[in-house]
């Protein structure tokens, strides 16, 4: 079955930049979707089809592909970013199904 | 605005069968345009994806591990979708969200998300 890689956590200061990897094979060729999940509260829809940002999601988020590692840019991080990040993709080449990567706690030194 | 709020069950007992209900506001499950699932997440994990079902299609696509415990359903009547899930035991005791999927290019995201309720299987 198709594997979504995340590292657990990735630490950065404020105002810094922070970058959240999402490994997977031919990443590139699935569409990759990123989630911000506060806690308490229900996964945020923050990224879409790699780097498509919905209505009210900071430019300050962006997304890239670079070969098989899906790339979540978070710039001038602020305090209110520190969440769980979860990358997500449709791998139809197998039974049609939704994968989600383990997420990654992003903490706001 | 979509909402969608689960309703259902905070407490299943071992073996039972869990059933949870997703109400729609704002929008009709009918769209041609949209899909709608279930996803959980266990107390301290990551988002574990249940189920999807296209209800222009008629088409369901379930987690390969819960496949044989999980029945989807859908009532346009009261624009609700439903959940059931049987032989329940305490690795089933999460927080279960019900969200809408949109899919414009063959790659299928969930765009909006219900609260999520908790279930926990205990005696």
């Known amino acids: 079955s198709y594997v979504l890689t995340q590292p657990p956590s990735v630490s950065v200061a404020p105002g810094k930049t922070a970058r959240i990897a999402c490994g997977g094979n031919?990443?590139?060729?699935?569409?990759v979707h990123w989630y911000q999940q506060k806690p308490g509260q229900a996964p945020l829809l923050l990224m879409y089809?790699?780097?498509d940002r919905p209505s009210g999601i900071p430019e300050r988020f962006s997304g890239s592909i670079s070969g098989n590692t899906a790339t979540l840019t978070i710039s001038r991080v602020e305090a209110g970013d520190e969440a769980d990040y979860y990358c997500?993709?449709?791998?139809?080449?197998?039974?049609?199904?939704?994968?989600f990567g383990g997420g990654t706690k992003l903490t706001v030194l | 605005q979509l909402q969608l709020q689960e309703s259902g069950p905070g407490v299943v007992k071992p073996s039972e069968t869990l059933s949870l209900t997703c109400t729609v506001s704002?929008?009709?499950?009918?769209?041609?345009?949209?899909?709608w699932g279930w996803i959980r997440q266990a107390p301290g994990r990551g988002l574990e994806w249940i189920e999807i079902?296209?209800?222009?299609?008629?088409?369901?696509f379930y987690n390969p591990s819960l496949k044989s415990r999980v029945t989807m359903s859908a009532d346009t009547s009261k624009n609700q979708f439903s959940l059931k899930l049987s032989s329940v035991t305490a690795a089933d005791t999460a927080v279960y969200y019900c969200?809408?999927?949109?899919?414009?290019?063959?790659?299928?995201?969930?765009?909006?998300w219900g609260q999520g309720t908790l279930v926990t299987v205990s005696s």
């Open positions: 969200a809408r999927l949109s899919d414009l290019s063959g790659y299928p995201y969930f765009d909006s």
């Open positions: 704002g929008g009709s499950i009918s769209s041609v345009s949209y899909s």
């Open positions: 079902i296209y209800y222009s299609g008629g088409i369901t």
């Open positions: 031919t990443i590139g060729s699935k569409g």
């Open positions: 089809y790699d780097s």
């Open positions: 997500q993709v449709w791998d139809s080449n197998n039974d049609h199904i939704v994968v």
